[in-house]
């Protein structure tokens, strides 16, 4: 077998192509990478401002429903008391009406009874009267 032995064109492609690799690592691929580490940066960083921004959100909204809970929740208890006082105060009414219209009707009953018992004496006192007469003008 024999040996290749390398001459100097070999070792100048070899430079060449290093010189080459450098140059373009330098002035083309290291500006795109760097655009896209930045361009990377700013996608990932509104994403990650997005994501910051929609936890805010729902922890304003949890909190604002549990507030809106809170809220009803008083209004109803307001409710309640309002509704508990209203019956209260119907059930008082109706009970005045009721005594008022029990002492007018015993009122009532014994003026009836009192008028019976004069309209009773009346009628016994004319029935009187008329049979007295009867009496005188049968026997005249």
Known sequence: MELVQPDLSVLI???LTWSLYFILKRSFFDPINKVLENRDLAINGVQRQASDKLQEFEKKSRLYQDNLHVGRLEIY????ILRA???NQRSRIVAEGRQQAEAL???TKNDLQGQVVSAKRK???DSTQIADGIVKAILR
């Open 13 to 15: 492609i070899i430079f």
């Open 77 to 80: 208890s307001q409710q309640d």
């Open 85 to 87: 006082e209203a019956l």
């Open 105 to 107: 009707i015993q009122s």
């Open 123 to 125: 009628l016994e006192s």
